[in-house]
């Protein structure tokens, strides 16, 4: 069984462009959770998806940030005309059930922002 | 809001002796999960244990074991006969388990290990 696929892994993109980060779950999981790490720190909740609906977007920056989840594919982080905060590791985790306590990671992918 | 707190960012450990990292978190609520999260320079995040804060027995995972202490809000992490594959950042993690939908998971800033040969 396949653990949580993230890619790409590393993004570059310069100030203004668009990043879309993707993110598939372990097989079976229908709930998608996305965090941030900022260098040195611990991981920041961003949003937490189901197929098809956003649960809870309260760790999502107003602007500029979306994210999807479709009925087929992969989850998508979408950043709109990034900047240089927008560096940072960006991690998907999924579960099985909303109620089951352990979410499983991906591997992340880093951006860099130029 | 809950909180998690590492107030050690950086520890050390000679190869083959035991370390104890600390953690403490804030919660008005009663029941939850506990977990660490060990951050290798891969950057991969791997649970490395977790405690369900109504058992009061402590959790172990063969070399790891935790002290969890509810009534302090403690929960920290024991390295027995640590290894130099031990060394990574780790984090601590605490998750509601009330009947909210789909609670996200509140990580501490993390703690940095070194294991020296």
Redesign the interface.
């Known amino acids: 069984n396949a653990g949580v696929m993230q890619n790409p892994r590393h993004l570059v993109r310069r100030r203004g462009q668009e990043a879309r980060l993707r993110c598939s779950p372990m097989k079976g999981h229908s709930?998608v959770?996305w965090?941030r790490q900022l260098p040195e720190?611990?991981?920041?909740?961003m949003v937490?998806l189901?197929k098809e609906n956003i649960?809870?977007e309260s760790?999502m920056p107003k602007e500029r940030f979306s994210a999807e989840f479709p009925k087929e594919g992969p989850s998508i982080l979408r950043i709109q005309q990034v900047v240089r905060g927008d560096s940072a590791?960006y991690?998907c985790?999924s579960s099985d059930s909303?109620y089951q306590?352990?979410?499983?990671?991906g591997?992340?992918t880093?951006l860099l922002v130029l | 809001a809950q909180t998690v707190t590492q107030s050690q960012p950086e520890m050390s450990v000679q190869e083959a002796e035991t370390v104890t990292l600390s953690c403490t978190y804030d919660t008005s609520e009663s029941d939850y999960y506990l977990f660490w999260y060990k951050q290798p320079p891969s950057r991969q995040m791997i649970l490395v244990i977790r405690q369900e804060a109504y058992k009061q027995q402590n959790a172990t995972e063969n070399r790891f074991s935790v002290n969890f202490q509810k009534a302090a809000k403690s929960f920290s992490l024991k390295i027995s006969d640590s290894q130099l594959g031990d060394a990574a950042m780790y984090f601590c993690a605490y998750r509601s388990a009330m009947d909210n939908y789909g609670q996200n998971f509140v990580f501490g800033p993390g703690t940095r290990l070194s294991v020296l040969p």
Not at chain 1, 41 to 45: H, I
Request: no cysteine; charged share 20%.
């Open positions: 709930h959770y965090y720190e611990g991981l920041k909740f937490y189901q649960i809870d760790g590791a991690f985790a909303p306590e352990t979410q499983y990671f591997p992340g880093r």
